[in-house]
Structure formats: structure tokens, C-alpha cells
């Protein structure tokens, strides 16, 4: 049987996601235990950089496919290729990124295997991973295990720890051919909008988050002629600007309710919730936020949770480490 | 154009959930349509002169899905259900919804929902896509489907993502597509009278997928162990130094 580990390294434009490392860093243990490889798997275009990357962060060695054909992230070719680099591998590690948990999908339809997504725990038993997920918005966790080889896994964003880099690790890479052509793929894509700079909520080590109680500020008076509604949707967005700027001097990124993007207060990628984002990060500080159990359903996992709230008996409470009731505006 | 849409029955997220013998419970809390699916049925609808087919693989209870799709204003519903498919992993659930697919024939989009709510999976509509050999274009905020191609755009780490592709191809949604339509008073007692077909495997064709991926056990996730201390202080500024320095304190920045 294999004991070769592959991981897959996501990245955007030549950077990778800060979480592949942490793929690369669970694929080290996991092969360590096997005695086996960790292979990294490194598709774009001009990314050979982040082969030898990928090595420093503990692989043996780097699976490159570096071509014109992989110059954007299209799901179909980046799978082909990821199946024909590991058909032969035991394990196949992602990190849970939109590309990731889409690739694994496809590879294990085209390796015949099965896909654990989501994992925040596993462990080896005899050759085979008995791996933890969260499962019905995090209520509950599930065991997960696949019978098949390889046994693909997405891991969960920071929750497993990020290696350390070590700069004199050396290793192969090896430049493979895909077969991939542009003939053969029928999707093009036609253009990005680039996020609003600022930290990604889900890499995040600190996260300020607001809620419809952002919009409560009672000491400022919006400019003349607006209605009520209009008054409000600018009150709540000079509070965002605040708690925007909170974030900048804390490093940190900015979350929000639902109830806040539902109202227009922010757009819809700062959504953090069962419907929105996972994140888990070391802090996270909830701004008039009551704690809904589908807001639950995003943050939970978060280390330290500090809510401001001016109800002492909003639901947040009974997850925060440390509480202020009072009036956001004032503290 | 056709599109078919796909619908799966899970538990309501509002429901309280326990665990017995490694099993979830739920109580007499109701099943309902997946809250993702409807934003898929919505943006089904949403396309110029679409014939909408919606359909479920489950037990069936999952019929309650198909109506409220029905309900909708999607056209025509069908279930799978097969006593084979119990515990069917989301690759086994792919190929057969695939062969479903492939049996109501000449289909030009699938849609799917972001995840199911149950199991957070969010592979489904990519597996489906690679049994079929049509491409997916996953987590679209918005689709325009017509004239041979889907335009969407996807919401990605990154930013967003515009993509086009030739159809026949498969795409999954997400909220920013538009709020699912309420069902109208007619779409509701269409939807109670409709006979809704029922397929098993042979019906599609197909022998039972084998399913690979084992869920033996769940648990209700460890209580947080916290005590909530409440910071209070004589002043706003008292209160804010004394919060930092106690967050400073666990050390966890
Ligand atoms: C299917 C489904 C999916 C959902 N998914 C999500 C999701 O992904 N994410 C999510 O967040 N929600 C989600 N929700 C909604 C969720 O149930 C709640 O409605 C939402 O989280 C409430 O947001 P909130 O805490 O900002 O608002 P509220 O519940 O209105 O709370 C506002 C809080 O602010 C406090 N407050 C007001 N003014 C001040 C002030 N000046 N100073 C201090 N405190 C103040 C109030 O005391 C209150 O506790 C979902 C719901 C459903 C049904
Ligand atoms: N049993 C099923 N029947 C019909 N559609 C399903 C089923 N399971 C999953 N889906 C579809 O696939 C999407 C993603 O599901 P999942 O990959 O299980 O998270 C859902 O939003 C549905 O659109």
C-alpha cells in the first residue's frame, strides 16, 4: 500500500492561501506516522515559487503544473490535473477554500474515492484516518471515514496549527504534465473584482463584528433630509467605520450579523454565521451582536469571545470570556 | 430551456438537536426544504423561459421539498427513493441525482444550493457536474443562462470571479442571487394536488452506488467552559483599559 501524502496548495495570482500551509503542516505528521512523503501539489501559472514554499513548510517534495492553461482558477482542468498527480497517493489533503473543497469533489468522483470535508480533528488508525467535522451548523460533530484510497480530506481553516518555516529544507520539484489543453476545457472566465483590501475574515487572528446594534448611536445626527430608514442605514455605517477602524489598528478583520447585511449596513462578505463565513479565530469582539444560534453557527470555535452588548442577558454572553453590558457608543 | 434543480429535505436549523446512540434527534421539529436549495429554485426561476423540473433523492418525507419547490412555481417534481440509497455518500448521491438527470434527458442547467445544511458538505453540485461530464460553476451570486451558454459570477476568497460556460453545465448559488420567492396561494394548492413521480434505481437505470464515506458516530460537541466575568468599571475609558488589559492577560493575542 501507498503511504505517500499529498497536499494541495491553494493559491491566488502566485500567492498562496495561509491555510495551505497548514494543510502542508498536518500532511507532515500524517506522513511522519506513515512513514511515508509528503508530496505538494502546486498548479498555476508562474508559481514555481510556491513549490519550493511548500517544501520550507515541511513537504519533500513539489508536484508542479505550471502552464498557461492554469493562468485562472477553473475547476475541471485544476482537478484533472490534481488526479493524475495523486492517483497513486494514500491521503489527499485541501485546505476547506472555495477551490479546494470544488477539487477534492471532482478528484474523488475521478479516483473512485470519497471527500471528509470540513475536518477540525483526525487521527491514524492502521493506515486509515478516523477524522472530527462539525456537522448541522456546528451543533453537533460527526466521526467521518473513507474506505476507499485515497482518502480525500479538506481541513478546516486554523484549526490545525501553522507550521514553522524552515528556510534550509530542500526539496525536488518536479514539473509533471497535466495533458490539461485549452481545447479541451469549456469554461473562460472574464474578469475579477479584487475584495476591499483588509485582512480575510476567514485567516483572520482577530475579528471585530457588528450587529444591528451598530446602528445605535443616538449621539449622531445624520445629515438633513434623510428618512428614518436612510438615517439608520447612515448610522450604522458610521459605526462600521468605527469598528473598521477598531479592526485596522487591531490587524484584525470585520464580521457582521446577518441582521446587519440583511439591512444594508455592510456587504455580504463580512457575513459570519451558518449562512455566512466560518471563521475561528484567537479573538473575536462582538459589537451589539445578540448571539442568534445561527451567528453561533460561525463563530463558536473562536478562542476568546468578547461581547459589548447593552442587554446582560443576550445569548452571546454565554459564550464570551469576557462581557461588557452597556452602550457600545459609550465604551 | 430546461433546468433542473436540485432539492434536498433536512432538518430545521432553528431545531433542537440531540444525539442518541450516536444518532440525531430532533423531536417533533419539522423538516423542511434545505434553506440553500431555495435560492436555488429562485434562480431557476429567475431565467427567461426556463422550464423548471425540480428533484430530490430521499425518503418520502422529501416529497414536503418537491412541494414547496412546486409551490415555488417550478413545473414538474420527482423523487428518488430506494431503500439502497439509505446512508448514500454525497459521491453515491451524485451519480445517482447524475442518472436522474440523464433520465428526464435533454436538460441544459442544474442548479444546486450552496450545502445541505445537515451534513456542510458542499460537493454535491461539483460531483454531480463531473458524473455528468458537464462543467460546474460553483457558488454563483449571480446566473445568466441562454443562447448555449451560462454567465455567473462566483464569490470567491478572493473577490469575485466572472465565468462563462457552454451548457449543458451545472452551477450552485448563493444568497446574493435574490430572496427566494414566497410560494403564491395558487402555487400552493397546485402543489398539494400534484402527483409526484417516484424513481427507484432500476427505474433510472443504475445499480446502487457504493457509498465510501462512513458516518459511525455522532456527539454533541463539548460544552464551552466559560464563565462569562463581566467588566465593569466608574467610567467608559476605566471600563475599555480594564478590558485590554485583562484580554492582554490571556495571552491569546
Ligand atoms: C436559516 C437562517 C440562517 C441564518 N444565518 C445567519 C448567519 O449566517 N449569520 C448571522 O449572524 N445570522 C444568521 N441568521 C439570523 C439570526 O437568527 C439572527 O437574526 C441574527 O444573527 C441577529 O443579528 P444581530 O445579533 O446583529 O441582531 P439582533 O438580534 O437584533 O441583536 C442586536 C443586539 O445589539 C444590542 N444593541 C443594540 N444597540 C446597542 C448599543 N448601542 N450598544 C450595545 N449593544 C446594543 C441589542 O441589545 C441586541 O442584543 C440566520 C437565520 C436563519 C433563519
Ligand atoms: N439527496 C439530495 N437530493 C437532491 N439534492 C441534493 C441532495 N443532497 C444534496 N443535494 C444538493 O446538493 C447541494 C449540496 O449538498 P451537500 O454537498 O450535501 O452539502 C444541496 O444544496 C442540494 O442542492
Known sequence: ?331 | MKIVVCVKQVPDTAAKLTVENGKAFWGDAPLIINPWDEYAVEAALMQDGADVIAISMGSESALDALKHALAMGCNEAFLVSDPALIRADSQATAKTLAAAIQKIGSVDLVVFGRQAVDSDGGITAAQTARALGWPVLSLASSVSAGGGTVKVTRSMEEGQQMVEGQLPAVVSVVKDIGEPRYPSFMGIRKASRAQIPTWTLADLGISAPTSVVHWPELISPPSREVICEIITGDSPEQIAATLADKILAEKVI
Not at chain 1, 19 to 36: H, K, Y
Not at chain 1, 224 to 252: C, H, N, P, T, Y
Not at chain 1, 279 to 293: F, K, N, Q, R
Request: negative net charge; contains cysteine.
Open chain 1, 1 to 331: 500500500m501507498s503511504n505517500k501524502v499529498f497536499v494541495y496548495v491553494d493559491q491566488f495570482k502566485g500567492t498562496a492561501l495561509p491555510t495551505s500551509w497548514e494543510v502542508v503542516g498536518v500532511g507532515r505528521t500524517l506522513a511522519d506516522q506513515l512513514g511515508g512523503t509528503v508530496s505538494a501539489l502546486v498548479i498555476g501559472q508562474n508559481v514555481e515559487n510556491l513549490a519550493q514554499q511548500a517544501i520550507r513548510y515541511g513537504a519533500d517534495e513539489a508536484m508542479l503544473a505550471d502552464n498557461a492553461v492554469f493562468a485562472d482558477y477553473r475547476a475541471e482542468p485544476y482537478a484533472t490535473a490534481v488526479s493524475k498527480a495523486a492517483a497513486d497517493a494514500a491521503i489527499l489533503l485541501f485546505p476547506t477554500t472555495t477551490s479546494g473543497r470544488e477539487i477534492a469533489g471532482l478528484s474523488a468522483m475521478d479516483l473512485n474515492s470519497g471527500v471528509l470535508t470540513d475536518v477540525t480533528a483526525l487521527e491514524l488508525q492502521d493506515g486509515k484516518i478516523i477524522a472530527t467535522k462539525p456537522v448541522y451548523g456546528g451543533k453537533l460533530l460527526s466521526k467521518v471515514t473513507c474506505d476507499a484510497t485515497p482518502q480525500i480530506i479538506t481541513l478546516r481553516t486554523r484549526a490545525f496549527p501553522m507550521p514553522e518555516v524552515d528556510p534550509s529544507r530542500t526539496g525536488v520539484v518536479n514539473r509533471f504534465d497535466s495533458s490539461v489543453t485549452e481545447a479541451s476545457v469549456t469554461t473562460q472566465v472574464s474578469g475579477y473584482t479584487q475584495v476591499e483590501g483588509g485582512v480575510s475574515l476567514t485567516d483572520a487572528n482577530i475579528i471585530v463584528s457588528g450587529g444591528r446594534g451598530v446602528s445605535n448611536n443616538s449621539k449622531l445626527s445624520p445629515p438633513a433630509g434623510m428618512d428614518d430608514k436612510q438615517a439608520e442605514i447612515w448610522r450604522a455605517q458610521e459605526g462600521f467605520r468605527l469598528v473598521g477602524e477598531l479592526a485596522s489598528v487591531l490587524g484584525a478583520a470585520v464580521g457582521a450579523s446577518r441582521a446587519a447585511v440583511d439591512a444594508g449596513y455592510i456587504p455580504y462578505s463580512h457575513q459570519v454565521g451558518q449562512t455566512g463565513k466560518v471563521v475561528s479565530p484567537s479573538l473575536y469582539i462582538a459589537c451589539g451582536i445578540s448571539g442568534a444560534i445561527q451567528h453561533q453557527a460561525g463563530m463558536r470555535t473562536s478562542k476568546t469571545i468578547v461581547a459589548i452588548n447593552k442587554d446582560g442577558e443576550a445569548p452571546i454572553f454565554k459564550l464570551a470570556r469576557f462581557g461588557v453590558v452597556g452602550d457600545l457608543y459609550d465604551i
